[in-house]
């Protein structure tokens, strides 16, 4: 007579598979957090050109630190893109009312 395999314990799979599924939802997203982060800062008092600079720095570090090389142009070119097509859709044309050289702090 062969010996039998003893086959898991179904119940005790799924409770480890909760488990897992359980830990896996209570683990921090970055991402999430800084969603809400930032929607945090734009209810406050923050000076928004500080958090401009600090939106826009952590674009470039991300651009420079995770994006392939290859794929920098690209990817600022969309950023760009779309940065005019919001802007756009609030009515405003960049590079017609907003000219630099028409900024004292420019020069």
Same mark, same amino acid.
Do not use: F, W
């Given at each position: ?7 898991? @314990?179904? *119940?005790? $799979? ?27 800062? =734009? ?6 050109? $500080?958090?401009? &600079?600090?939106?826009?720095? &952590? ?14 142009? &690209? ?11 919001? =802007?756009?859709?609030? &009515? ?6 907003? *000219? ?6 420019? @020069?």
């Amino acid at each position: 007579m062969k010996p039998t395999r003893r086959r898991p @314990n179904a *119940r005790i $799979v799924r409770t480890l598979s909760s488990q897992a599924e359980q830990a896996a939802s209570q683990a921090p997203d970055p991402l999430a957090e800084l969603s809400v982060a930032i929607k945090t800062a =734009l209810r406050s008092e923050a000076d928004p050109y $500080v958090m401009l &600079g600090v939106l826009l720095e &952590g674009m470039t570090q991300t651009l420079i630190t995770r994006i392939p090389p290859e794929r920098h142009l &690209g990817t600022l070119t969309a950023a760009l893109v779309l940065l005019r097509q919001r =802007l756009a859709d609030r &009515g405003v044309s960049p590079g017609e009312r907003d *000219r630099c050289h028409q900024q004292p702090s420019c @020069n």
